[in-house]
């Protein structure tokens, strides 16, 4: 949770090493600011070593008495702090204090100290060592505070090798969003390091203040406190308090001019301009951290940063939260080493690395044997479709005008994308049209799965809800293990109905001279921007073999049959579900999937596009204009490819975690489990105003009871209003923290990380049934505020 407030100007400092200073430099912040006569708050989270030693004892013998200190966590041992913690603990390693933790008690005294004054008031939060130096939890401080996103002034290094530490230390704090507003050291005539370090960060717009280094310690206790006073006295810190004021200004004008700006500037997509009708529509984002934003708000009496949980991962990009440092450190690391290069029969390692990762170890082992990369998951889909129409194509020697009029076979509120050739291969019907929009092909309405009433119910097309039994379509149990056990299900009543059913429509199109039908597109399991609609994955398997099905060729296990089948993976991939890849549920390969979102940890841009080798061979001969004449400028840009690497890295440890494994046993450890709760799922489905709820591994759906349903209505926004208010739910919760999350028409989605915290979950679950259980005077209320 980041801070920032109008009366009280918060600064963190750091050290580029030990004993460079911070202290001392700090005690004369501290007392210019009390001579600016400022109260004064002093807080050094984590002190080791002798307490007379301490540096809040320094503030309070050479600073004024009215200054406020504080020390969070004192450990007597001089050593680095997470080795006295550790030894603090004992060999009861879970005592010691976690980062959220640590955090937490951090933003409650600046809190406290805050509402204590209301200014003007100045606050320096004193860090341990250097940047890196570890934080209690053996994190370190550079990554341990940066959820608390506080200003900050480095103290440099004066000693010789000094330039490359505070440099070091500069770039280690740029690399994480720090604000850095000013760089003290001090001054030595020998190594003359200010003299360097001024113009170099002069040219990012820093300024560097140079003192002279305090007298030697004399051995007489009060000579030597008049003669540190009398130092204390001859710094000038005037400049430097101008500078930290007006930073701390500045940032406050930028975020208050941001909505209108914005307002002035943006053509934002999905939205519609016309119910933009003041600033407070904005949401102005400071910055993220783990699950959270730190938004603004201009009428804040308090802090004027708030967190606001990121329910739904950003558009379904986040995986491990936001500003991840090993994903930073990939992205610059690739950077550094490549910036871009050209691909086009070349390599490089981070490509090279993640196409095997792909093709070997991930989500196309054993059937997929290359990876074209493209930018963006609609991207990805169109090379997909060119990938399986031209296949389609050489396999049926259809020429010229033939090429031109083939269509897709898919389901009826399927999405893949907005670029032109992603929306022809969904239904005409949806919203997700414009002018040159021409659908090709033919579309099932496909049967669903919902819990309702704490139950799993299929929900049947009319066509099919004619012939089926109360027992087709209600599962046996309260558990959705059963819904997804196809080697079961393949054998029920209901498939054969879906065969049956599947193979007539098939032929009735062949008949009645219907598009040609070239592939098979087909969002695995969960349709999400078509309203979060999650597939009865029986007909989804069933369709699938019937269409393989109808080939007269003598069956290959190594090429496509039928038709190209195409899965786009782009939001179910990856862990999104709680599985790498839906393949295993179905108990089926395609012959082309497509991968993004997840992949690169919500950090950038990048998609894959796997094709198995008789895909691939299609487009293989002597003839250039036979190739796959597609690619993208930035096709397999090197900072992408090392952080999926990094990121492919990350989901495979998170995926064996404690917290995922306690998920898994309590929905009785299936392929079918969610991070939420089951106890909560069922309870939620029996609300009166949810018609039905569905999950599957980080992802809710929750869908309201409206007449009109559809994306254009407004009932699971208005219904979910109270979110945005802090103190709703989740009383035991700190700091408190609203929702940011996004609707389809009536239904609502909810979307964790993949490694966000149960009580993150959980917190968000008490939220949304308190938001649920509103009377209905207030939701009469909030009816009428929209």
């Known amino acids: 949770m980041s801070l920032l407030f109008k009366h009280l100007r918060v600064h963190q400092i750091f050290g580029a090493n030990t004993d460079v200073g911070k202290t001392i430099l700090t005690t004369a912040l501290v007392r210019a600011s009390t001579a600016l006569r400022n109260e004064v708050f002093y807080l050094k989270p984590i002190s080791t070593g002798s307490p007379q030693d301490a540096d809040d004892e320094h503030i309070k013998q050479f600073a004024s008495p009215k200054v406020h200190t504080e020390c969070l966590y004192r450990f007597h041992v001089p050593v680095s702090p997470h080795l006295a913690a550790q030894m603090a603990a004992g060999d009861e390693s879970q005592k010691i204090v976690s980062d959220k933790t640590f955090v937490d008690s951090v933003i409650s005294y600046v809190n406290r100290s805050a509402s204590a004054t209301r200014g003007p008031a100045h606050m320096y939060v004193e ?122 200004q500045q940032r406050i004008d930028q975020l208050d001019s941001m909505p209108r700006r914005s307002m002035d500037a943006f053509w934002w997509p999905f939205v519609q301009h016309g119910l933009v009708k003041n600033e407070k529509d904005v949401t102005v984002i400071d910055s993220a951290s783990n699950d959270f934003f730190s938004i603004y708000s201009q009428s804040s009496q308090d802090s004027l940063l708030s967190p606001q949980l990121d329910s739904s991962a950003s558009w379904w990009t986040q995986t491990l939260g936001h500003s991840h440092p090993s994903l930073t450190l990939a992205a610059a690391r690739a950077a550094g080493r490549y910036g871009h290069v050209m691909f086009p029969q070349a390599t490089h390692e981070p490509a090279l690395k993640l196409a095997e990762r792909l093709l070997h170890h991930g989500p196309g082992r054993n059937w997929a044997s290359r990876v074209f990369f493209s930018d963006d998951g609609s991207t990805g889909m169109e090379v997909a479709l060119k990938m399986a129409l ?148 029986l007909f989804q398997r069933v369709l699938i073999d019937v269409v393989r099905s109808r080939d007269s060729a003598p069956e290959s296990k190594t090429d496509w049959r039928g038709l190209p089948v195409i899965f786009d993976e782009v939001f179910v991939g990856l862990y999104r579900l709680g599985a790498e890849s839906t393949i295993p549920i179905l108990g089926v390969n395609p012959d082309i999937s497509v991968h993004a979102k997840i992949l690169t940890g919500g950090l950038v841009p990048l998609a894959v596009t796997m094709a198995s080798d008789s895909i691939f061979q299609a487009f293989v001969s002597q003839d250039k204009a036979t190739a796959l004449l597609h690619g993208h400028s930035y096709t397999a840009h090197a900072v992408g490819c090392e952080v999926a690497n990094e990121t492919l890295k990350l989901i495979e440890k998170e995926s064996q975690s404690a917290a995922w ?126």
Request: charge should be negative; glycine fraction near 8%.
């Open 127 to 248: 860090t341990a060592g250097g940047v890196h130096s570890p934080a209690l939890s053996g994190t370190t401080q550079v990554d341990c505070y940066r959820p608390l996103f506080l200003p900050t002034i480095l103290i440099g290094d004066s000693r010789l090798g000094g330039i490359s530490a505070t440099i070091s230390a500069y770039e280690s704090l740029l690399l994480r969003g720090y604000m850095v507003d000013s760089v003290l050291l001090f001054r030595d005539e020998y190594y003359r390091n200010s003299e360097y370090l001024t113009p170099y960060f002069a040219e990012r717009g820093i300024d560097v203040a140079a003192f002279a280094h305090p007298p030697p310690v004399s051995p007489d206790p009060r000579e030597n406190l008049a003669i540190t006073d009398e130092y204390y006295k001859s710094l000038d810190m005037g400049s430097v308090q101008r500078v930290l004021t007006e930073r701390h």
């Open 661 to 786: 494994n306690e998920a898994k046993d309590k929905w009785g450890n299936s392929a079918a489990w969610s991070l939420w709760d089951p106890e909560f799922i069922r309870a939620l489905s029996s609300l009166d105003k949810v018609s039905e709820v569905m999950t599957l591994g980080t992802v809710l759906a929750v869908k309201m009871k409206d007449a009109k349903g559809g994306y254009v209505s407004h009932s699971a926004q208005t219904l979910l209003q109270d979110l945005k208010n802090s103190k709703v739910g989740a009383k035991n919760t700190y700091p408190p923290f609203s929702v940011h999350y996004r609707t389809l028409g009536n239904v609502a989605y909810f979307m964790t990380s993949l490694n966000t915290s149960p009580e993150t979950i959980r917190a968000l679950e008490e939220k949304i049934w308190t938001a649920l259980q509103s009377d209905s005077a207030d939701e009469e209320r909030r009816n009428r505020h929209i």
């Open 390 to 537: 031209r296949a389609y194509s050489v396999r049926m020697g259809l020429q010229g005008i033939d090429r031109k009029n083939l269509g897709v076979l898919g389901l009826k509120g399927s999405y893949h994308g907005d670029t032109i050739g992603a929306m022809d291969a969904c239904a005409e019907e949806g919203v997700y049209t414009c002018e040159w929009h021409n659908a090709k092909g033919f579309w099932f309405d496909p049967p669903t799965i919902s819990i309702q009433t704490g139950v799993p119910v299929i929900s049947l097309p009319s066509v099919l809800a004619k012939a089926a039994a109360p027992s087709d379509t209600c599962a046996p149990s309260d558990s959705i293990a059963w819904v997804y056990d196809m080697p079961a299900r393949l054998e029920t009543r209901l498939a054969q109905s879906y065969r049956t059913y599947i193979s007539q429509t098939l032929d009735s199109l062949e008949q009645s001279g219907g598009p040609r039908l070239a592939a098979l597109v087909l969002e695995p399991l969960v349709m999400g921007a078509g309203g979060m609609l999650f597939v009865d994955p």
